[in-house]
Antibody, heavy 115, light 107 residues
Framework: EVQLVESGGGLVQPGGSLRLSCEASGFTFSYYRMNWVRQAPGKGLEWVANIKQDGNERYYVDSVKGRFSISRDNAKNLLYLQMNSLRDEDTAIYYC?????????WGQGTLVTVS | DIQMTQSPSTLSASVGDRVTITCRASQTFSSWLAWYQQKRGEAPKLLIYKASILESGVPSRFSGSGSGTEFTLTISSLQPDDFATYYCQQYDTYSWTFGQGTRVEIK
């Protein structure tokens, strides 16, 4: 069974930094693209970033380009999101999501509050 | 990017009603379309993937259909547990996009 467990969220001041982690289990992590998706309080879902299996291709939503960096450690089954220059509008629950063979699977999320 | 337009944004219905939610895409894609249910304070729950495949454990009153640019989620007989917000998502491209959400309320 796919399991994704996010950690690293918390309260940070505007302009600050935070690194989120996602520990994956129940599937061969190195075989799949990984994603971060976020949801601001009371708002809809927004895709944030995507990384290829070998880490050599990365894509970002325009609003985080140049500030956020997605990375992965296939030996440790870990996905990361380094968030710099944080803004109030980055406040959200951040979900780790794997794009499986035919369907996405989600973690439970970690809350980031910028204030 | 593929834009997903979901309608309606709010839907008022009664227990037992048949409910349909629609998602329209700005361009054709390969049916990598998912539907989620989300309740307050919870992560999205996958209901349907690849446009029409029911996720394991999801009641059969939920169904998905469509292709190309138009997709629908149907709840055949609304139950009390179904009052929630529903989202569509395309996961065909590297930059996923979501519909704006449909809140299903008690009439």
């Amino acid at each position: 069974e796919v399991q994704l467990v996010e950690s690293g969220g918390g309260l940070v001041q505007p302009g600050g930094s935070l690194r989120l982690s996602c520990e994956a289990s129940g599937f061969t992590f190195s075989y799949y693209r990984m994603n971060w998706v976020r949801q601001a309080p009371g708002k809809g879902l927004e895709w944030v970033a995507n990384i290829k299996q070998d880490g050599n291709e990365r894509y970002y939503v325009d609003s985080v380009k140049g500030r956020f960096s997605i990375s992965r450690d296939n030996a440790k089954n870990l996905l990361y999101l380094q968030m710099n220059s944080l803004r109030d509008e980055d406040t959200a629950i951040y979900y780790c999501v794997v794009r499986g063979v035919s369907k996405p699977s989600w973690g439970q999320g970690t809350l980031v509050t910028v204030s | 990017d593929i834009q997903m337009t979901q309608s309606p944004s709010t839907l008022s219905a009664s227990v037992g009603d048949r409910v349909t939610i629609t998602c329209r895409a700005s361009q054709t894609f390969s049916s990598w379309l998912a539907w989620y249910q989300q309740k307050r304070g919870e992560a999205p729950k996958l209901l349907i993937y690849k446009a029409s495949i029911l996720e394991s454990g999801v009641p059969s009153r939920f169904s998905g259909s469509g292709s190309g640019t138009e997709f629908t989620l149907t709840i055949s007989s609304l139950q009390p547990d179904d009052f929630a917000t529903y989202y569509c998502q395309q996961y065909d491209t590297y930059s996923w996009t979501f519909g704006q959400g449909t809140r299903v309320e008690i009439k």
